[in-house]
């Protein structure tokens, strides 16, 4: 027609067709390296349903592979399910009588860990792993060592570990003992002599295992744990490697206390794995539930076909470029809510951190219950969000009862398939 105002919405269908036939396949997409991350905690408990969304989530949010759980507290033959679509499966060691100890190992669905042998402790003080990550044999262990005689306990574990470990070890857990006291300990000291220390140092030696963080931060001051009865802040949660694999290590740091009273230790390394560079996106369904983006959706959609219906465009073109717009608007939407829930979140554990840091130099009494009040902050933040994930999951289950869709159609592709 030569009108420009008229040319403007076919130029722009045009380039939106061209992007859609440009779009890589995703045996075309391009791969990237993908670390192995790895945790340790000491959870404190993990029986109530609340806390063990608590450490799904927060593992989810760091993108997490292996998880070194200690202090789970289950109990043989009555442990709940601790498990999500990204952590499937859990190893766990539990204590045969009573809820107290116990030990667990989380692997990420992505890593697709093989297992093919575990040996575990009878009290669930200890577990170790081994299996093949991308064909490369790898060895797990998490410990937690007692409140007393943890030279013993250490000894006999790693001994144990030395005659089962193949490929690559990796050890984490809480130990209950500052290595090097003068540096690991706010006072300096500790109540475990001298001699326990260097028989845990020898027995480490042996096995040729060497404290990651340490490592890469020789001189620091940092610590995982801070006893209320002593006054005293000390790091006892470490992530072990053997001497050959320390070139792997990209970083290594330990985080705040937030829903435990430990500190994750975290450590980056090398991996065999790659990882698409390109993710792809799925639609929440509780976006639909919000007026708010209604509303916006149906303004962006009355646009777009005000704009685009002209009788130079066929109407099967619009039809397909709508979804694209649709899609761009609603991916719009999810991260700017996302965003904001992650400020709140980021906002509430920056103040953690830094209360945390200010009373590990001053030790005041104020300074503790402002840091007690954060996170208790915290603790109701991550428990709504719990909560409306539990409503998202019963509303979807109340709408979809009685009709035919993909979840019935996975229930029943086994049976099906052994009748016919």
Not at 219 to 231: G, N, Q, V
């Amino acid at each position: 027609t030569g009108n420009t105002r008229q040319q403007a919405p076919i130029r722009r269908v045009n380039k939106l067709l061209k992007d859609i036939a440009n779009h890589p396949h995703p045996s075309q997409m391009a791969y990237e390296p993908d670390p192995l991350r790895i945790t340790t905690m000491n959870c404190r408990g993990l029986n109530i349903p609340e806390r063990r969304s608590h450490l799904l989530r927060e593992l989810t949010s760091k993108r997490v592979s292996i998880a070194f759980l200690q202090e789970t507290h289950f109990k043989e033959g009555h442990a709940p399910p601790l498990k999500s679509k990204h952590y499937p499966t859990a190893a766990l060691s539990n204590h045969p009588t009573a809820r107290k100890a116990g030990v667990a190992v989380l692997t990420h669905a992505q890593l697709q860990f093989q297992e093919v042998e575990r040996l575990a402790d009878p009290n669930g003080r200890y577990l170790f792993l081994k299996g093949d990550i991308q064909n490369r044999r790898y060895t797990l262990a998490t410990i937690y060592a007692p409140n007393n005689n943890q030279s013993h306990f250490i000894r006999k574990s790693l001994t144990n570990l030395s005659s089962f470990t193949e490929g690559t070890l990796i050890v984490g857990g809480d130990l209950n003992v500052p290595l090097i006291p003068l540096i690991d300990s706010s006072t300096g000291h500790s109540s475990i002599t001298q001699g326990a220390l260097r028989s845990i140092q020898k027995t480490l030696k042996n096995l040729r295992l060497v404290d990651c963080w340490r490592a890469m931060h020789p001189a620091d001051r940092e610590y995982t744990h801070y006893s209320a009865i002593h006054k005293r802040y000390t790091r006892i949660d470490y992530i072990f490697l053997q001497q050959e694999h320390l070139v792997a290590i990209q970083k290594a740091e330990i985080g705040s206390a937030s829903w435990s009273d430990h500190g994750p230790v975290t450590l980056q390394m090398d991996s065999p794995r790659v990882r698409p560079t390109a993710r792809s996106w799925r639609l929440q369904d509780s976006l639909l539930l919000d007026p708010s983006v209604k509303e916006t959706v149906s303004e962006e959609l009355t646009s777009y076909f005000a704009l685009n219906e002209t009788d130079d465009l066929p109407a099967t073109t619009i039809w397909e470029v709508h979804k694209r717009v649709l899609r761009g608007t609603l991916m719009h939407l999810a991260s700017q809510k996302k965003r904001e829930s992650r400020k709140h979140m980021t906002d509430i554990l920056t103040r953690i951190t830094t209360l945390e840091m200010q009373h590990k130099r001053s030790h005041l009494e104020g300074t503790y219950k402002e840091l007690l009040e954060a996170r208790r902050s915290l603790h109701t933040h991550m428990t709504n969000r719990h909560y409306s994930s539990i409503q998202r999951s019963k509303a979807f289950f109340y709408q979809r009862a009685n009709k035919g869709g993909r979840l019935l159609a996975r229930m029943l592709r086994g049976p099906q398939g052994m009748t016919q």
